[in-house]
């Protein structure tokens, strides 16, 4: 079992910069692809950034792109999200989440290829 909790989401002004942790627990943090997905209101669930496992591999939705970067430490269990250039449109529920299945040999991109999810932070992006 892998628990997640968010925190670092919050209100800034259009142009400003947060930065969300993701904090796992458990033994498995890093032998899982992990992820970044967002939800607004009235909108399916989307993923923004993901990284696999090993670190070498990440993909961007196009929308962050140049803007947001995605990191983790296996040391800390803990995966970040640094969000620079914020935009209103970025206004969301942020969730991370892990991969159901361990050491994948191809990163897990999708959905429903994550098995864990976090509650989810709340970012307001103001005009």
């Known amino acids: 079992q892998v628990q997640l909790v968010e925190s670092g989401g919050g209100l800034v002004q259009a142009g400003g910069s947060l930065r969300l942790s993701c904090a796992a627990s458990g033994h498995t943090f890093r032998s899982r692809d992990m992820g970044w997905f967002r939800q607004a209101p009235g909108k399916e669930r989307e993923v923004v950034a993901t990284m696999s496992w090993s670190g070498g591999s990440t993909l961007y939705a196009d929308f962050v792109k140049g803007r947001f970067t995605i990191s983790r430490d296996n040391t800390k269990n803990t995966m970040y999200l640094q969000m620079n250039s914020l935009k209103p449109e970025d206004t969301a529920v942020y969730y991370c989440?892990?991969?159901?299945?361990?050491?994948?040999?191809?990163?897990?991109?999708?959905?429903?290829?994550?098995?864990?999810w976090g509650q989810g932070t709340q970012v307001t992006v103001s005009s």
């Open positions: 989440a892990a991969s159901g299945g361990q050491f994948r040999a191809v990163p897990a991109r999708l959905r429903g290829e994550y098995g864990y």
